[in-house]
């Protein structure tokens, strides 16, 4: 049921399509194994923040490094913003940053910083020509889209078809804890096995990325 229910979701007619469909399989099973292990997870909490004390800030950093060696194909991989949190392509002139990336790196240090004081991401005046970034609510599901140039902006939720996907997976995990032992076997084997599936698509993709050295197209 999972299966059929990712299929559908981030693949549709899609994949009938004979030309570049090794390529269209990669992307998704990218897309798939971390929207399962870290943007779900991600949205979830925050959805569950509403009522906090605090305010809740989400971004989607879109922005692929000059400075690494990766094929394009792979796009912008996990973790990729910290090195811009850093000032990786300010202070490292022979990497080959573009002015595109060393100014998101300003922006994203001014971002960050300014959160860490008062809880709000701000910018100073001198990169006052981005607008503000909203406060997310359950209700009200701004992000804020980081990318070199002029693409930081204020972008609607992404990914509520996918998420429901994986919640109702990780709600049918939960509730094998809560069956009987004796009648919850054939269903923990169905979940181990989709898990270790995953695990498997997961460790085959980051093999693949670290090795390959040119794009499959």
Known sequence: MVRSAANFVYLGDACQRPSGKSRLLADHVNQMVGDYFFTCDSIWLADQMDDAPGKVFIYYFDQPSSANPWPSWTGVMHGYEIEYVFGVPIYNTTAG?????????????????????????????????????PEYKSTNRKWMHLKGGSHVRPIEGKKDKECKVWRGARDMEYNEYLLPTSSSNSFKSQTTTFKFILFSISTFVAFFVLSSSRPLF
Request: hydrophobic share 25%.
């Open 97 to 133: 940053y573009t002015s595109r990336e060393k100014t998101l790196s300003h922006k994203i240090i001014q971002y960050w910083s300014s959160f860490a004081k008062d809880g709000i991401p701000r910018l100073t005046k001198h990169h006052r020509e981005s607008p503000e970034w």
